[in-house]
């Protein structure tokens, strides 16, 4: 009778929901506010939403954020780390990963000093000295246009340095997400003197997707999971793109 008792309790705790211990998944991610950042309350905007997808397929995320090229390669080099989020989708990327449904999007264009005016197109820039972030994908034809030495760049280990480089007069253009931009300049000690005196390009350079990019034996199965923790999110389909009535309706 105590045998049977007993396997009766074991059976109940494996069945009963919210009994069971919820898997966990570490990802890798950097201090790229407001998408992503441990200082702010729920790892960011995208972070909230990863978060609460892989939550609703009974899973416990785990974010480490790390400078940008860290994460990537821990991601990458490491069988601890199952992927690194938010990334761009690039075809160098995609043979090292596979990529989840999209999580938001993000412009990327160029800042610049207000009442500097600078022509944008890859043949303009080669006249320019351009800020940009070591490792970041930022648009495929600037991309390559920069890897071939045709533009001349300034490279930065994140976002502040490359804003920083632009206002100390260090180059003429910095490339760099819209809302990144604007939350520095908002938020950082070094950059709040100079708002009002930095702006962002309308033009732009390309809005771009955002991903988790899952690396590693499991990736297909874990972006299958994301896909499902997703849609439950967002069951009607109106998509993660960082809008205000989505994020109303999120299970904060």
Request: with cysteine.
């Amino acid at each position: 009778m105590k045998r049977l008792i007993w396997n009766v309790a074991c059976a109940l705790l494996v069945s009963v929901p919210g009994m069971v211990r919820a898997e966990e998944i570490t990802l890798t991610s950097l201090d790229w506010p407001p998408f992503s950042s441990p200082s702010i309350t729920g790892g960011g905007m995208t972070g909230i939403i990863v978060k609460q997808a892989f939550a609703a397929e009974g899973y416990t995320l785990n974010v480490e954020f790390e400078p940008w090229t860290t994460a990537v390669a821990r991601a990458e080099n490491t069988d601890e780390v199952a992927g690194y989020f938010p990334a761009y989708y690039s075809e160098e990327r995609a043979d090292s990963c596979v990529f989840s449904d999209e999580i938001g999007t993000s412009m990327v264009g160029f800042a610049k000093r207000t009442g500097e005016e600078y022509k944008t197109s890859l043949t303009a820039l080669k006249e320019h000295r351009v800020g940009i972030v070591s490792g970041y994908a930022n648009e495929e034809k600037f991309d390559s246009a920069v890897a071939e030495g045709v533009i001349p760049v300034v490279e930065s280990g994140n976002d502040v340095e490359n804003i920083q480089h632009l206002v100390e007069r260090q180059v003429d253009l910095a490339v760099v997400d819209k809302r990144v931009m604007n939350y520095w300049i908002r938020n950082d000690e070094q950059l709040t003197p100079y708002a009002g005196k930095v702006k962002f390009d309308p033009a732009g350079l390309k809005m771009h997707g955002l991903y988790v990019c899952f690396t590693g034996a499991r990736s297909e199965h874990y972006a299958e999971v994301l896909a499902r923790g997703l849609k439950a999110l967002d069951p009607m389909g109106f998509g993660l793109a960082n809008d205000p009535m989505y994020r109303g309706r999120m299970n904060r």
